[in-house]
């Protein structure tokens, strides 16, 4: 079975561009949630989506949005690229978000400079 | 203060030894609880989950939950050097947002 999937890996972007982020969960699963992680820390939560419906959305400006498609795949979009936007970006996917078991990607490294 | 805490470490076992990661959080209506391992460079992957007061075990893994003293613990058993990495300790939001807190890691170093 394939588990998530994101893309890109990696991703340079300059201060102020718009950047796209894509996850694919694992088949079956319905709930996927945005995590970003900075080195030395533990991932923060950005959003969490159910049957395309937000669920829940962390502290984050309003330049982070997400959506969620029909497939349960989804996108997390960041406008207005700042140097602090540079981390670890993390999909996890899981059955029914909530207090199932969460199932994290390979992650996107986003560079802003 | 924050919601999860986790000693940063780094910890250092012998080989062979059992290594005893801790991590205490802070909302007492918190049900679910993870514990995951992340190597350098790598994504967290998950290695255990407790939802009840007392051990779970997998392996060569333990989990332990004590909700009174808002306590979870992990021990690894026959620690080997590929057990070296971060292993981060996750808390659901009881608020139904989905949200998982996670402590700032603990780095677990096996020494040979």
């Known amino acids: 079975d394939a588990g998530v999937t994101q893309s890109p890996t990696h991703l340079i972007k300059t201060r102020g561009q718009q950047v796209t982020l894509r996850c694919s969960p694992i088949?079956?699963?319905?709930?996927v949630s945005w995590y970003q992680q900075v080195l030395g820390q533990g991932p923060q939560f950005i959003f969490q989506?159910?049957?395309?419906?937000?669920?829940g959305r962390g502290n984050f400006p309003d330049r982070f949005s997400a959506r969620q498609f029909p497939n349960y795949s989804s996108e997390l979009n960041v406008n207005a690229l700042l140097l602090g936007d540079s981390a670890l970006y993390l999909c996890?996917?899981?059955?029914?978000?909530?207090?199932?078991?969460?199932?994290f990607g390979q992650g996107t490294r986003l560079t802003v400079v | 203060q924050k919601e999860v805490e986790q000693n940063s470490g780094p910890l250092s076992v012998p080989e062979g030894a059992i290594a005893s990661l801790n991590c205490t959080y802070s909302?007492?209506?918190?049900?679910?609880f993870f514990w995951y391992r992340q190597y350098s460079g790598k994504s967290p992957e998950l290695i255990m989950s407790?939802?009840?007061?007392g051990d779970k075990e997998d392996g060569r893994f333990t989990a332990q939950l004590n909700k009174a003293s808002q306590y979870v613990s992990l021990l690894i058993r026959d620690s080997q050097p590929s057990d070296s990495a971060t292993y981060l300790c996750?808390?659901?939001?009881?608020?139904?947002?989905?949200?998982?807190?996670f402590g700032q890691g603990t780095t677990l170093q096996v020494k040979p």
């Open positions: 996890a996917s899981s059955l029914w978000g909530g207090d199932t078991e969460a199932f």
């Open positions: 407790i939802y009840s007061n």
């Open positions: 989506y159910y049957e395309k419906e937000e669920r």
């Open positions: 088949s079956g699963h319905k709930s």
């Open positions: 996750a808390v659901n939001d009881p608020g139904n947002t989905g949200k998982l807190i």
């Open positions: 909302d007492r209506v918190s049900q679910s």
